[in-house]
């Protein structure tokens, strides 16, 4: 599960906050609003909170400033150092999506920021199989991530990217896993959720999953 980046995930550690705080020029917009984006998100997770990719914890102290309970799954030890540093009143695993232990606490909500990409297109579709088995009657998953609407809008911004010079981002745009809408959509529907998305920026997208009956 997307483990190929974890070497790059050690190494993005040390500058990461910097990136998403708009200090890169390149990920600029793509993180416009960050700070607003996860507010929102932590204001719509349920207590318990399972949260996966982690990261350097900017959600997770956001979801626990609200006193709510998060167990926290992030592959990275770099990242896993500085989560806990952060934000040592979370709980906080190794593992990802896929793979991490098996912790009996109920969950009511799933969420997770710029992360869900990092799985290819079958791994997704596990993962969300794997989402339902997890949560409570009444969970929901929450996720923040790039998502685009269709081949040519995936086209359009790498296109974009490429004008002003932004090779990394447009190498990213092309060789990440990052879902088209409908085909999130269906993966959701098809396990039983209801489903529905909001553009936040340019490149990132509010997803919000309801466990339904049965």
Excluded at 62 to 71: A, F, R, T
Excluded at 80 to 100: Q, W
Aim: charge should be negative; hydrophobic fraction near 40%; charged fraction near 25%.
């Amino acid at each position: 599960m997307g483990m190929e980046f974890v070497d790059l995930f050690n190494q993005w550690a040390s500058s990461y906050d910097d990136t998403v705080a708009g200090k890169d020029p390149e990920y600029r917009e793509v993180f416009e609003g960050y700070d607003e984006m996860l507010a929102r998100l932590a204001e719509l997770s349920v207590s318990p909170v399972m949260e996966f990719g982690v990261g350097t914890a900017n959600l997770t102290r956001k979801v626990i400033d609200q006193n709510k309970v998060v167990l926290g799954i992030e592959p990275s030890s770099e990242m896993r150092r500085i989560a806990k540093v952060k934000c040592p009143e979370a709980a906080i695993y190794d593992g990802n999506f896929l793979d991490y232990p098996k912790l009996l606490t109920p969950i009511r909500s799933i969420i997770s920021s710029f992360a869900f990409h990092h799985l290819t297109t079958s791994e997704k579709v596990e993962a969300i199989q794997s989402f339902r088995n997890r949560l409570e009657n009444d969970g929901k998953v929450v996720f923040i991530d790039t998502i685009f609407k269709n081949e040519e809008h995936k086209q359009q911004l790498i296109i974009s990217a490429e004008k002003q010079g932004f090779l990394n981002l447009a190498q990213d745009l092309q060789e990440e896993y990052y879902p088209f809408l409908e085909e999130l959509r269906e993966m959701f529907v098809l396990n039983g959720f209801e489903v529905n998305f909001e553009q936040l920026n340019k490149y990132a997208w509010l997803i919000q999953a309801e466990k339904g009956e049965g």
